[in-house]
């Protein structure tokens, strides 16, 4: 139990030093995709509001999922549910991150796409009929 409570933290940390590398790499107006479960539901944030969702979305999973697995809900678990869940969890969030930021320092043709209401050259957008 401790030793997952300890690689969330390891999790947390890889989190804002993710934000912390994308502050400095980034460019000053890129836009940090943050994903709500799909693709339509992708919404481009300005970069100081992207480095700050992501780690903020962590330590909420992290407090969160955390006092669960400590508390009376989660005597009946599993053991192995309750050491896997914060690291499994944190890790999933830490990939969408790293993701974001990748597509943000491309310059993503998305970003573009979706600011000006324009798709760029060669790129269709599927119909559904």
């Known amino acids: 139990m401790v030793a997952s409570l300890a690689v969330g933290g390891v999790l947390m940390l890889a989190l804002i030093a993710a934000s912390t590398r994308g502050a400095v790499r980034l460019a000053p107006d890129a836009r940090i995709p943050v994903h709500c479960g799909s693709v339509e539901h992708c919404f481009f944030v300005s970069k100081r509001a992207g480095l700050i969702i992501w780690p903020a979305l962590g330590a909420v999973l992290f407090a969160v999922l955390g006092g669960i697995t400590k508390s009376t809900l989660a005597v009946d678990w599993v053991p192995g549910v309750r050491d896997v869940l914060v690291p499994a969890v944190l890790f999933v969030v830490f990939?969408?991150?790293?993701?974001?930021?990748?597509?943000?320092?491309?310059?993503?043709?998305?970003?573009?796409?979706?600011?000006?209401?324009?798709?760029?050259?060669?790129?269709?957008?599927?119909?559904?009929?």
């Open 95 to 129: 990939g969408f991150q790293v993701g974001a930021l990748v597509l943000a320092g491309r310059g993503s043709g998305l970003a573009a796409a979706g600011d000006a209401g324009t798709r760029p050259e060669g790129e269709t957008r599927a119909r559904s009929d």
